[in-house]
């Protein structure tokens, strides 16, 4: 189907730790994973995102790896900081339209 | 360079009443979608135009929902005889032109409308 699972749901990490989330999908015809974080009450803004023709994208503490054959994606922050909190969610591209997870809710404790 | 803009930021309405919803792509964009958000849940696909043509509006409800992006001014949402259930935060996202066969380009959201029925 069309769906995308997202895991887990909420996150909490100590200042300093990493975090993962991952997310899988089914069909073969996404080639875009875009990740998007969304801070209470504020948009949806675009933080990093990787297409099928790659495996790893990298941007300074934010990095996604995609295993296409497994149909899986995940995002990793690494030395999380206060400010990482909020709700992270994953998507793919689905014929003209976007496709998301159900997100989730990162709390990084300082 | 302005980004994605929506009006109302906020729409209080009672049921029976009609919501309109409003959304200015960023410049040079050409492609608009509608995603709605409840709370607590992700953003679910409803419809997706270019200038003065509904591309794809699987998402929509049949009934009481419609979009359209005229040739000039912003994209509209509306919803008439609004009901609880439509009680959401209402995203407008813009992606410029297909820049070539297989790519996939950005969408960037706007603020949001939230509509809130009585």
């Known amino acids: 189907g069309e769906n995308v699972e997202q895991h887990p749901s909420t996150l909490s990490v100590q200042e300093g730790d990493s975090a993962v989330i991952k997310c899988t999908y089914s069909d073969s015809a996404s080639n875009y994973f875009p990740w998007y974080k969304q801070e209470l009450g504020k948009r949806p803004q675009l933080i990093i995102d990787i297409r099928s023709n790659v495996g790893e994208k990298k941007d300074q503490r934010i990095a996604v790896t995609l295993n296409k054959t497994a149909k899986h994606f995940s995002l990793h922050i690494t030395e999380t900081q206060p400010e990482d909190s909020a709700v992270y969610f994953c998507?793919?591209?689905?014929?003209?339209?976007?496709?998301f997870g159900g997100g989730t809710r990162l709390m990084v404790k300082p | 360079n302005a980004g994605v803009m929506q009006n109302p930021r906020h729409l209080v309405r009672r049921r029976g009443q009609e919501a309109r919803l409003r959304c200015s792509p960023m410049k040079g964009h050409s492609h608009v979608y509608w995603y709605r958000q409840l709370p607590e849940e992700g953003l679910k696909f409803m419809v997706y135009l270019q200038k003065e043509n509904i591309i794809d509006e699987s998402g929509m409800p049949k009934e009481r929902f419609s979009a359209e992006f005229p040739k000039e001014g912003p994209s509209i949402l509306r919803i008439q005889q609004v009901v609880r259930g439509d009680s959401a935060a209402y995203f407008c996202?813009?992606?410029?032109?297909?820049?070539?066969?297989?790519?996939?380009?950005?969408?960037?959201f706007g603020p949001g409308t939230r509509l809130t029925v009585l």
């Open positions: 996202a813009s992606s410029p032109r297909t820049s070539g066969r297989g790519s996939y380009n950005e969408q960037f």
């Open positions: 998507a793919k591209n689905a014929g003209n339209m976007l496709t």
